[in-house]
């Protein structure tokens, strides 16, 4: 599955943004990861593409909301009150192989999209 992100940019401290993810074809789940410059990648928040609770890291629960539009095969991030140490390069993950949990396995993978947030 091909996977086109876009969405990335800049915001204030406290600012919003709001990341797309379009699949070429079926997924199961899909997921946005982030990786900032000397850390390692970290999940983000995990949605099923049929049903099931999204999945969240504390760091952004409360902040950011994960959501899915399957006529379009597009999954969205929308995240609010953004601080500095969300700054990353975001990532768009899918997979289409079905188990109980979204919260691993990730086989295919977007060319990421930069938040910076000052």
Same mark, same amino acid.
């Given at each position: 599955?091909?996977?086109? =992100? ?11 943004? @709001?990341?797309?993810?379009? &699949?070429?074809? $079926? !997924? $199961?789940?899909?997921?946005?990861? @982030?990786?900032?410059?000397?850390? =390692?990648? =970290? #999940?983000?928040? &995990? ?7 999204? %999945?969240?890291?504390?760091?952004? %629960?409360?902040?950011? *909301?994960?959501?899915?539009?399957? &006529?379009?095969? *597009?999954?969205? %991030? ?8 969300? !700054? &990353?390069? $975001?990532?768009? #993950?899918?997979?289409?192989? @079905? ?6 396995? $990730? ?5 990421? !999209? ?5």
């Amino acid at each position: 599955v091909q996977l086109v =992100e876009s969405g990335g940019g800049s915001a204030q401290s406290g600012g919003s943004l @709001r990341l797309s993810c379009a &699949a070429s074809g $079926y !997924t $199961y789940c899909m997921a946005w990861f @982030r990786q900032a410059p000397g850390m =390692e990648r =970290e #999940a983000v928040a &995990a949605i099923y593409t049929g049903l099931g609770r999204p %999945l969240y890291a504390d760091s952004v %629960l409360g902040r950011f *909301t994960i959501s899915k539009d399957n &006529a379009r095969k *597009t999954v969205y %991030l929308q995240m609010n009150s953004l601080k500095p140490e969300d !700054t &990353a390069m $975001y990532y768009c #993950a899918a997979r289409t192989w @079905r188990s109980s949990t979204c919260a691993y396995g $990730y086989t295919d993978w977007g060319q990421g !999209t930069q938040v910076t947030v000052s």
